[in-house]
């Protein structure tokens, strides 16, 4: 998350499974059957014990994430509860395929999110298994980005050949449609059930990015590349870089970050006088 307190301390904290069954996953050792059968990584953690932890090492960020929040939802509510009358804060890292009752439960429990939009509705179909799934992102994304008090963003791994051109822009101007102010662009690496695909080349996630910038999108990342894409922020207004050693100079006691040349208001939450 570039636009959530970038640069702190997050705890991040995952369990077993996933409701997708996507070929490219990158965590499928946790994520997919029968590979969760018989992982051993696993250890029991009561609450106090995670909250505690989290202060020693002076993280004001709980993260769930790692395999999919959505399936081990219960326990990351019991969690995020927690963390919330501690006066900390919750990060998720999803797919986006909450139906609208897990919508309503994790809403006010939730401070930033990123959600994986994977492709269109025929990538999800052929790539992940779910061929529904995709209508329930984008319902998400629409829910999520116009939450008051909540920080979102959008990742896409793209994988060469198979995002087009027509894909991002469609998939672009969607996301501007809804309102997304954050997406992230990475670069696919061969993995799980797609271990014979070649990695995407670097100008071929440029191309993608031009067009995600061209949709609109007020800030887009190159993800998996060694650019270092957030040590700057780039004002949507007027253009302007600003330098992470700026945030917390110009970030406001609300963590509101504003411009330095037109006081442009940056989307995200940049409260360090927040961090332990």
């Given at each position: 998350?570039y636009?959530?307190?970038?640069?702190?301390?997050t705890?991040?904290?995952?369990?077993?499974?996933?409701n997708?069954r996507?070929?490219?996953?990158q965590?499928?050792?946790?994520?997919?059957?029968?590979y969760?059968?018989?992982?051993?990584?696993?250890?029991?953690?009561d609450?106090?014990?995670?909250?505690?932890?989290?202060?020693?090492?002076?993280?004001?960020v709980?993260?769930?994430?790692?395999?999919?929040?959505?399936?081990?939802?219960?326990s990351?509510?019991?969690?995020?509860?927690e963390?919330k009358?501690?006066?900390?804060?919750?990060l998720?890292?999803?797919?986006?395929?909450?139906?609208q009752?897990a919508?309503?439960?994790?809403t006010?429990?939730?401070?930033?999110?990123?959600?994986?939009?994977?492709?269109?509705?025929?990538?999800?179909a052929?790539?992940?298994h779910?061929?529904?799934?995709?209508?329930?992102?984008?319902d998400?994304?629409?829910?999520f980005?116009h939450?008051?008090?909540i920080?979102?963003?959008?990742?896409?791994?793209i994988?060469?050949?198979?995002?087009?051109?027509e894909?991002?822009?469609?998939i672009g101007?969607?996301?501007?449609?809804?309102?997304?102010?954050v997406w992230?662009l990475?670069?696919?690496?061969?993995?799980?059930?797609?271990?014979?695909?070649?990695?995407t080349s670097?100008?071929?996630l440029?191309?993608?990015?031009?067009?995600?910038?061209?949709c609109?999108?007020?800030?887009?990342?190159?993800?998996?590349?060694?650019?270092?894409d957030?040590?700057?922020?780039t004002c949507a207004?007027?253009?302007?870089l600003?330098?992470?050693?700026?945030?917390?100079?110009?970030?406001s006691?609300?963590?509101?970050?504003?411009?330095p040349?037109?006081?442009?208001?940056?989307?995200?939450?940049?409260?360090?006088?927040l961090?332990l």
């Open positions: 998350m636009h959530f307190f970038p640069h702190t301390k705890y991040s904290i995952g369990m077993l499974g996933c997708m996507c070929q490219f996953c965590n499928y050792h946790i994520s997919q059957k029968p969760i059968d018989t992982y051993n990584g696993i250890h029991r953690v609450i106090p014990h995670l909250i505690d932890d989290m202060k020693q090492n002076n993280s004001i709980m993260s769930y994430t790692y395999s999919e929040p959505i399936v081990w939802q219960d990351m509510i019991s969690i995020a509860t963390v009358k501690e006066g900390m804060y919750n998720v890292v999803t797919n986006g395929t909450f139906s009752t919508r309503d439960r994790v006010p429990l939730v401070d930033a999110m990123n959600i994986d939009l994977k492709g269109d509705e025929a990538f999800y052929h790539y992940t779910s061929s529904h799934a995709y209508r329930s992102v984008i998400s994304i629409q829910h980005a939450q008051e008090g920080v979102l963003e959008i990742t896409t791994l994988i060469e050949p198979i995002h087009t051109k894909m991002i822009e469609e101007k969607k996301l501007k449609e809804i309102g997304v102010k992230h990475s670069r696919f690496f061969p993995n799980y059930k797609m271990k014979e695909m070649k990695h670097v100008s071929y440029e191309e993608m990015v031009k067009i995600a910038i061209n609109g999108i007020e800030h887009v990342y190159r993800g998996n590349v060694s650019i270092d957030d040590k700057v922020i207004s007027c253009g302007t600003i330098e992470r050693s700026l945030y917390k100079t110009l970030a006691y609300n963590g509101k970050l504003h411009c040349i037109c006081n442009h208001q940056v989307y995200g939450n940049f409260n360090y006088t961090a």
